[in-house]
């Protein structure tokens, strides 16, 4: 058997399931791990008990030939290995305090390429308010960046994917499928199937169906696109503020996808299924409109393929509509919390569709380790 006939999550319980047993009774587990702190193994990020505080911590490495289209600059690609794992230390509700990133750069790497790289990794430490401590380098084939970033929440308001109950909410942060939208752009340029094939497809559409103001704003669509997929955020105030409020019973990030996270959600509270509604999945109009010039379909871009670094939370059903408010007040209608379903008992994920069918979905998304990967 191949790791890739188990897939990059499978293969993370394996590694924890083994790690328990030869970890059972170490000095550093009796002293900084309390009960959270190793359930935390497998949530975003780790957390190690400080006292009123958890000490939280996350690792991410990122390849050139899995994570870095072609397209994007060096000083993209800096941001990003910052961003993804901010985004997993939002997703705890704990704010950041330092980055560390070890760096495996071909030898040939231009100087230039190396200082635009950089630049972007200070810039993004800057934008999410902490700074750059330390890290290594050492020579590789294709560019690595191996990231860990270090934040720190009060143990009343951290975030973990473990919580929920029948009958909580299941909302994100913002609209979905801009990024997945974003990233099939550049694969169709890079298919050469490409750029001119879609503007060719664009105007037979806009002279049928759109006015001039919808090619306009069609155009606007498919840059916002782009910019979601080479320059992330993360929801690093958002994941701050939401852990504050109390109102949360489990949060996570949206990176492989929405249902893979709905997934992870599942499987960290056995027995708890999850009933979605496909009218109320957060899409921009334009979408629609690109996913058709695209040939996909704009549901599925905003289900499977990830990337949006939108926070997924569950809530306590009475308090949904108080937290919204708070959220839309802190962020001045910038960010608005979307119901999208209802945590239930079903043990599945459940979708009711635009004609009031309910759907059996499976928990799919994007995976490293296997073979279609």
Known sequence: MKISDLGEKELIKRLLKRSQKFQSHPLFLNTFLDDKSFKSRSDDAALIDLGENYLVATSDMLMQSSHFPPQMTAHQIGKKVVTVNVSDIAAM??????????????????????DQMVEGILEACKDYGMVLIGGDTNESSELTLCGT????????????KEGIKPGDVVAVTGELGLAA???????QELEGSDENSFDED???NSEEDFNSNDNNSLDVFKDTALKHALEPHARLEEGVL??????????????????????ELMDANPGIGMKLHQSRIPMDPELFKLA??????????ALSYGEDFELLLTVKKERFHELKKVVNEAFEGKVILHEIGMADSSGRISMIDKDKKTKILTARGYQHLTDSS
């Open 181 to 187: 939208a974003g990233f099939e752009l550049l694969i």
């Open 93 to 114: 509700g704990a704010d950041t305090i330092g980055m560390i990133i070890s760096m495996g750069l071909p030898s040939s790497m231009p100087l230039d390429y190396f």
């Open 149 to 160: 970033c270090i934040g720190m929440v009060a143990k009343e308001n951290v975030l973990m």
């Open 202 to 204: 664009f105007e037979e």
């Open 292 to 301: 058709d010039a695209l040939g996909k379909d704009p549901l599925e871009l």
């Open 242 to 263: 939401l852990g504050k409020t109390g109102y949360l019973t489990s949060a996570t990030d949206i990176t492989d996808g929405l249902l893979s996270e709905v997934g």
